[in-house]
């Protein structure tokens, strides 16, 4: 079935709770192309279960790293194995066993692989209960090096296709993450950027915008001041069209958002800093809501708030065209979602902008 990562995400916490009430012991797979956020889903549930994240990359290793090395016992006549260290036994603390591009792994891994996913065991070694098992990998059709699954192995497995979608992955991976403003405005306005790897496969291009490299992006916005040394740098990561486009907004919001000097600014200074343009106005968001902390809360509070007003308050016939009530709306629910987190939930609720704001809704009937 296909799933967003946020998706995915829920899906195996899903089974990581029924596994731990001891109702299902199951392992799963998820499929996807390269970049989708695969590894950082499983990342994430490991961090939220307090669990060790044991990563193994099939396809750096051989099936003698998962058995152990042999040595003989010589008072039991016998061949025994050491156990490898990559395969977690600790059966007081939960573990997640993350079995990396599995359809890229060699042919011959695969036996060695199943009793891991079926067993739960390798030779005399045996996974505890309380280890989680997760592989991930590319398909054929992603543009991959990948071999098709065979039954026996796909019949061990509950299969998730994982694609990328644009809301989730603003919602639930580039806020909560802090990645650059622009590069979460950016995508905001143009979703059908956030993953290009189809298209690329097809037209046969190398370079593909993937979650993964909007995530170097933003990196690289925050890391390399130079405009041209960075311009180079973001083309070669998803691609010189895209870049130039990316480019014009990134100088445009560059130009026109500050949110620090609005922060610093009276009411009257601050209407003048708005920016008049939709990729400026979500940049503003994107940025009020990275910036949010107990010192400022009153003032990110009111620079949201006068965003619903600028038609009246600025003369530019543009902030008349745009949908500012809903820029407010969908500004004020991520900003809420920090706040709460940061247990801010009461300077909202005893703030006059935010009660008016509310109020407001309700009269509209939207609350």
């Known amino acids: 079935m296909i799933v967003s990562a946020g998706e995915a995400l829920d899906v ?16 799963y797979m998820m499929h996807g192309r390269p970049g989708v956020g695969k590894t950082q889903v499983v990342e994430q549930l490991a961090a939220e279960i307090g669990a060790r994240l044991f ?16 040595y003989y016992d010589h008072e ?27 359809t890229a792994a060699s042919p011959m891994l695969q036996p060695t692989v199943y009793g891991l996913l079926q067993e739960r065991r390798v030779g005399r070694h045996k996974l505890p209960e309380n280890v989680f098992i997760v592989a991930a990998g590319n398909t054929v059709e992603d543009g991959a090096i990948a071999y098709q699954m065979n039954t026996a ?38 979703p059908d950027l956030l993953d290009t790897t189809e298209r690329t496969v097809a037209e046969g291009q190398l370079i593909a915008t993937t979650p993964r490299s909007w995530e170097r992006v933003s990196q690289i916005l925050k890391a390399v001041p130079d405009r041209r040394i960075r311009n180079v740098l973001v083309a070669g990561t998803v691609g010189e069209a895209v870049a130039a486009e990316f480019a014009m907004i990134a100088d445009d919001i560059s130009a026109t958002v500050q949110v620090q000097d609005m922060l610093e600014a009276d009411r009257k200074a601050r209407i003048s ?30 620079i949201m708030a006068d965003i619903r007003h600028l038609g009246r308050l600025r003369e530019e016939e543009a902030f008349k065209r745009m949908p500012l009530s809903e820029l407010c709306t969908y500004g004020f629910e991520g900003l809420i979602r ?20 509310a109020a407001e809704r309700k009269e509209a009937g939207l609350a």
């Not at 990563?55 to 042999?70: K, N, V, Y």
């Not at 016998?78 to 603390?93: C, G």
């Not at 920016?275 to 009153?298: D, K, Q, T, W």
């Open 12 to 27: 195996l916490r899903a089974g990581w709770e029924a596994q731990r009430a001891g109702h299902m012991l199951a392992s």
């Open 55 to 70: 990563d193994l990359r099939l396809t750096t290793i051989e099936p003698q790293d998962l058995r152990g090395l042999p």
């Open 76 to 102: 039991a006549q016998k061949t025994k194995w050491y156990r490898p260290e990559d395969l977690p036994d600790d059966v007081d603390h939960p573990s997640i066993l993350f079995l990396d591009e599995l």
């Open 153 to 190: 192995l796909s019949d061990r497995l509950i299969h998730l296709h994982v694609q990328a979608a644009a809301a989730d992955w603003l919602d639930n991976y580039a806020v909560p993450r802090g990645l650059h403003p622009t590069v979460v405005a950016f995508i905001k306005t143009r």
């Open 273 to 302: 800093l708005y920016p008049a343009s939709m990729h400026g106005l979500n940049a503003l968001i994107y940025g009020l809501i990275g910036i949010l902390e107990s010192r400022n809360v009153n003032g990110v509070i009111d």
């Open 338 to 357: 920090k706040g709460l987190d940061l247990g801010l939930g009461e300077r909202f609720l005893g703030h006059d902008a935010y009660r008016a704001y």
